[in-house]
């Protein structure tokens, strides 16, 4: 069987009588499509990845890429996919990488809710002329307040309130490590949540000394493999994660190849240069519930209970159980992670076919909390393939306090979700450490288009709302009245306790 | 629309329901016809110990069976009657007003600090949700609620309400949207000592009705006003939380209004806002409560709805319209327009 030449993905061309040999094309690609012979562009179709590196360089436009030009025998089960999934596992005999969040055909739950705006019984609020209030609070909240009234009638406040992350927007840029991702995508990012009052995660990779300069909006992350973990470290975060899981590969660790660990991200990693940096499946530590909360404890302890710690789990079928039980540790807000979360690498059997949709879980976790009467002890942040204000302004309705984004801020900054971040070689200098590809990442433009992005969706978030009739962002928090599915069946709307729309 | 108007008087003197019928009649235009009702506390000085429950009954068979086996079951009916009514021509009679004077027994409800209260809600809770063809809609103490479909007059003469003695008296003039004009969707709300009408309509709704039915409450009644009786119940009773900083949670000041105060204030505000977020009612309202102990009345943030009070001599009034409150009483010694979010409260002396 000769299975080494399946069908290229995309075809790249050049339009001879636009390019004018200038090479911007050739040095851009890391992937080594081009070269030159002579007066021409030579194009190896078979190395591209339809980055758009190139696209983007090309001052002629001359460059076309097509996906998919050569055609299998169609068929509805035996798909491209599957079949080129069985070529690539046949020829290697191993577990089949892949980047990015879920690939799959599945509908968006997102794309299936609806939401609301008023119409005379009651009048929208422009948000330009009034205020509009989307600042949140994550952190455990009391269920009461004890109030002493004096015999002067003044008011004693006897509730002490736990230490709370204020977020001027409900939007915080997730956790994605400095060797997973350069550190210039991290100087971005940092800059624009610093710029805008939110926060960005670590993830598990320390935080680089160039990064200190935001660490009253960054929160640091310890997860499986503790790497970058010691006091300054904890103490330096706004807040602190533990990470359990993640929804582009529940149940599994992660791992860092060598090549990546150059001596900056040794040093921050603390790990010696070029070992592979591996986090496993479980925290050691961690083998049941009650073992997190001693984590939770303890990086409380350590951290003299003045900041907010965090769980974050991927989202799987028992997600609104195991959220409980964080509920009752010292845990002041937990992240869940849907299916569509994305990533650098993750074996394509966990990405495309473990965890469930941020949505359900969402709708399962903050009616489980209710339903015990413990919403009030811990925040709920969601994440996983958030797209849009939209996806935002719904996944509050549904529940959540906040959100991260993740792929949606390194598209910001490029990213054309190429899905080959494994491959070490980012043409945008995003997912990649070498220095020839990370300093095309320049902070001091990138972190603007970031901050454009995220200020963009809180003008559209601020929009909905008063055209909701709601003027801060607590009463749009579970407020699933203001949403109605559209071609969901009645079981999911169930789980969502969202109403079909026409009722 | 709906037009709200209520008045207390702060030495307790009673005064009868004539007058306020003519005050929220002369507001028909905020109405529909579809719905008014009233609520005066102190109206049943000979029963002040029990618990006067109000129902609507579907007919006197089941449903009445039903809620007399439960009742009993709970406690102890002292006394039970058809409330008395008078037939007029332009209002349909569709539902059967009943009262029944009440006493819940105490040693069923143990490891409860406020046992007759919860055992009344939990009945309320009850009877709404499993009991077809009954529906409790006033449940305090020496308190009354008289609703119906129908313009004002036609149901304050319908409840013969001007026999009626109370020193808070509530009143509603309704224009429904979000149900029909059903006689369980007529303002007022009430649960236990307190009672609700409201103007406007609350987008918060939702969220709201997640918080409360976390803690127990149930709405049944398919219309946004009774979430804010039960949140009244949670915060002002269960809670414990003074009047004005329950009207603070629900209305809170804005977080730049906030962060300019000084420390003291700062803390508490934030706290409130931190810990009752899902009580911060929004959208457009003109809200006036009711308990044993006073009223108060107040607006959503940007005052989308209209809410007026006055004050001639030991009695406080507050509506939708200066004018009705003139109708009540010409000469007043002070009227005013409440700011956005801001209450007016009005309680009786000590």
Redesign the interface.
Known sequence: MSIGSVPIKFRVSIDPNRCMLCERCIENCPYGTYRREDEKIIVDSRSCVACHRCVAMCPRDAISIEEKPIDYRSHPLWTREAREAIYNQARTGRIVLAGMGNATDLPSIFDRLLLDA?QV???S?DPLR??M?L?T?LGK?????E?K?GRDGD?E?K?T?SP?LKLNIPIMIGHMSYGAISLNAQLSMARAVSHLGTFMGTGEGGLHPSLREYQNNMIVQVASGRFGVDIDYLERGAAIEIKIGQGAKPGIGGHLPGEKVGPEVSQTRMIPEKSDAISPAPHHDIYSIEDLKQLVHSLKEATEWKKPVFVKIAAVHNVAAIASGIARSSADAVVIDGFRGGTGAAPRVFRDHVGIPIEAAIAAV?QKL??Q?I??EISIIASGGIRDSADVTKAI?L?ADAIYIGTAALIAMGCRVCGTCYRGLCPWGIATQDTKLTRRLDPDVEWQHVANLMHGWTLEISELMGA?????I?????????LRGYMLDEAMMNVLDVKPVGA | MCGIISVIDRSKAGMDGSRIKHALSLMDERGSGEGAGYAAYGIYPDYAEYYALHLFFNNLVEPKDKVDEILRSWGEIECEEEIPTIEQPDLRRTHIPWRYFFKPDRTLMPGSTTPEEDIITMLVMKINTTIQGALVFSSGKNIGVFKASGWPEAVADFYQIDQYEGYIWLAHNRYP?NTSGWWGGAHPFNLLDWSVIHN??I?????N???I???GYKCTMFTDTEVVAYLCDLLGR?????EE?MVRAFAPP???EIDRMKEADY??N?????????A?????FAIVVATTDGIVGFTD??K?RPLIAAEAGDRLYISSEEAAIRRMEPNLDRVWMPKAGEPVIGRVRP
Request: aromatic share 8%.
């Open positions: 008023c019984t009651n009048p609020i009034e205020p209030e600042r609070y909240k009391p269920r009461k307040l109030i009234k008011i406040l509730t309130l709370n903050d209710r339903s009467g919403r009030n309705a529940g909701a009739g709601i003027n801060s607590e009463s749009l928090r579970g407020n699933r009245d203001r | 949207t406007g309509e987008t918060s709704y939702g969220t009705r997640r918080y039915e976390s803690y269960k809670h414990g939380l003074p900083l804005f977080w730049d803390t508490l934030s706290a409130i806002r931190l810990t009752y977020g899902s911060l009612m929004n959208g457009p943030r940007i989308l």
